[in-house]
Every structure is written in structure tokens, then in C-alpha cells.
């Protein structure tokens, strides 16, 4: 096929999405009370072109018989009421997509589900829009290991700010934000390195979940035994990534169940900086207006919950272990059919 037939078919997929797609979110949020805002309808819109290239990427449409709609249709939901943009610099919101295996009427069947996660300036976005009672977000602070740094102490109600004199030098060991609240006190609120070993430990445990070290080729078809040595084996695997902590990125054993995002050292402190910014964004309070759009970002927020917990409720999922896409722990190497 041509480079000007590929563009032409990229365009009609685009086209036909937007046309499909945008008026029933509009509706859905209608139904929900939640009124869809001129920018909302650019987050769908954004979020569309962005899924539709990583369909593309994989050698897909949004017509695939194989394609799981109903997830598409949450994604965008969640891109319009939490008002993140898919092509905002830096991105609000990463789609990827999984392969799960669900029983049918007919049996088996394999089908891509989208996942989708709140990554970069999402969460500041979320705080400035939503949060309760927030006058103003400044930029958060990047504190080195080589910098001078005393934090906020509090003198009965009052407190008295941190200090901080920058060095440039050392390693990244915590964040703050400063937030401005309506009634202009202020708070700092920070969060150190080591509790994102926490998201690290969890990623490990996520990425074993399938794994059966050898013992036998499928862990749904494992003996009663066979499934005691692959606990025990897992539970191996966590309690040296736990005695290794940060160790963990460069140890042999445990690094090939950790993603290159985070084992890469181009990219694993701006993985750990990401980590720690998505645990202050999450810890400050927001209010989104209604209970619909606070379940919504209930769901986008929370790692570990996929997206398509309520798609696939009462049904038996496998996970095939294969991720594929754009997001920040994705893994994976689909090839563009162009």
C-alpha cells in the first residue's frame, strides 16, 4: 500500500471515530448530569487521535472485530470529564492496549482491551481544576541529594515554610509542591524517593503474575503442587526485591521483571520523579462535582485496577501478559504497518 493510500486510511478511520465516537460521550455525560465543557470535547477529540495511533501502530482500526468498544468508550469518558489531554505537552492521559482472554458463549476468544492511565501534568491538571479548595498550584520542587533542604515545621497552627538551597548536584530524593489554598495558607506537600519503592514492588508483583519460572508451561493448569512452588518462587522474587530496594533496578535476577522505563539510567529517575509526584497529586483532596465524575477518576487513578474491571465483572479473564502501547510502564515491540 502507498504512503498517500496509508495517509488516506488513517484519515477515514480518524474521521469515522470522531463521528461515531463524540456524540455519544457527549450523551453518556448528558444522562450523568455532567455537562461536557468546549475543552472536554477537545480531550475526546485528542484522545481519539492518540488511540487511533496506537491502532495504527499495531496494524488495527477502530473496526477490528477484535477491538473490546466498551473500553474505547470508558477511555473517552474518562478523558472528558477529568478534562485530560492525550496531546497536551507534557501528556495528561497514555493509552496501551492488552490482550485478554474471556469465555464466550462460543468458548475462548482473545480480544484487545484498552487500558488507559494518568501520567505527567494530569495530575497537576487535576489538582488545579479540582482541587478542593485550591487557589493556585506553583511548580513543584526538585530536591537533590547535594542540596541543602530543611523542611516545613509546624509552630502550633502556623507553618513555617521549608528552606531550600539548590545545589544542582546529586540525584533527585523528594518532591515538593507548594499549594495555595482559598483561605491563603499554605501547604508543601512532598513526597520522599523511597516511598515509590512501594509502586516498584507492586510493578514486580504485577509483572510475575503469569510467570511460572519454569515449573510448568501454564499456571491455570498447574498441579496443587506445582501452584506451592510458583507462590513460593514469587514470593522469593518480592522478598529480595524488598532487601535490594533501589538495588533491585541493576540486579540480574530481579530486573528482567521490571520494564526498561524504570531499569533504563536514562529514564529511571524520571520514573521515580513521575512516581512521586503521582503519590503527592493523588494524597491532596479534590472535588469533582458529582459522584459519577469522582467514580471516574476513582478508576483512572488507582494502578493496578485496569480499566476494564467493570467490562469483564462475573467473567473469566486471563491474562495473556502481553502490553502493548505508549504508556509509561508499557512493554512491548508492535511494529507500524506502514
Same mark, same amino acid.
Given at each position: ?166 545545589? #544542582?548536584?546529586?540525584? /533527585?530524593?523528594? &518532591? =515538593?509542591?507548594? +499549594?495555595?489554598? !482559598? @483561605? ?5 506537600? *512532598? ?112 494502578? #493496578?485496577?485496569?480499566? /476494564?474491571?467493570? &467490562? =469483564?465483572?462475573? +467473567?473469566?479473564? !486471563? @491474562? ?5 502501547? *505508549? ?12
Amino acid at each position: 500500500m502507498s504512503n498517500t493510500e496509508n495517509k488516506t486510511e488513517y484519515k477515514t478511520a480518524l474521521v469515522y471515530a470522531n463521528d461515531t465516537f463524540l456524540g455519544m460521550i457527549e450523551k453518556q455525560m448528558e444522562n450523568h448530569n455532567i455537562p461536557i465543557s468546549d475543552y472536554g470535547k477537545v480531550c475526546v477529540v485528542n484522545a481519539i487521535s492518540a488511540i487511533n495511533d496506537l491502532l495504527t501502530t499495531n496494524g488495527m482500526n477502530f473496526s477490528n472485530k477484535d477491538l473490546d468498544t466498551s473500553t474505547l468508550t470508558t477511555a473517552l469518558i474518562t478523558a472528558a470529564t477529568l478534562q485530560l489531554n492525550a496531546k497536551a505537552t507534557n501528556r495528561e492521559i497514555y493509552f496501551q492496549l492488552r490482550n485478554k482472554k474471556v469465555k464466550t458463549a462460543n468458548g475462548d476468544a482473545w480480544v484487545k482491551q484498552l487500558e488507559w492511565g494518568i501520567e505527567g501534568d494530569g495530575w497537576d491538571s487535576l489538582i488545579s481544576r479540582f482541587g478542593r479548595g485550591i487557589q493556585k498550584v506553583y511548580p513543584f520542587w526538585l530536591v537533590r541529594s547535594g542540596d541543602k533542604y530543611t523542611p516545613a515545621r509546624h509552630k502550633g497552627l502556623e507553618t513555617l515554610p521549608p528552606e531550600w538551597e539548590e545545589s #544542582g548536584v546529586g540525584e /533527585v530524593v523528594r &518532591v =515538593v509542591y507548594p +499549594v495555595v489554598y !482559598t @483561605d491563603g495558607t499554605i501547604h508543601y506537600f *512532598t513526597c520522599e524517593k523511597d516511598e515509590t519503592l512501594k509502586n516498584l514492588y507492586a510493578h514486580i508483583n504485577n509483572n510475575i503474575m503469569n510467570e511460572t519460572f519454569g515449573i510448568c508451561k501454564d499456571r491455570y493448569k498447574a498441579t496443587p503442587e506445582e501452584t506451592a512452588q510458583i507462590a513460593a518462587k514469587k514470593k522469593e522474587v518480592l522478598d529480595k526485591a524488598k532487601e535490594l530496594g533501589w538495588g533491585a533496578l541493576d540486579d540480574a535476577e530481579i530486573s528482567k521483571y521490571i520494564s526498561p522505563s524504570w531499569t533504563d539510567y536514562h529514564s529511571r529517575e524520571s520514573m521515580i520523579i513521575r512516581k512521586m509526584r503521582n503519590r503527592i497529586c493523588k494524597s491532596i483532596p479534590k472535588d469533582f462535582g458529582s459522584a459519577y465524575a469522582s467514580d471516574v477518576y476513582n478508576r483512572a487513578s488507582d494502578e #493496578g485496577y485496569a480499566a /476494564v474491571i467493570d &467490562v =469483564v465483572d462475573a +467473567v473469566d479473564v !486471563t @491474562d495473556k501478559a502481553e502490553l502493548i502501547g *505508549t504508556g509509561e510502564e508499557a512493554q512491548g515491540t508492535a511494529k507500524p504497518n506502514f
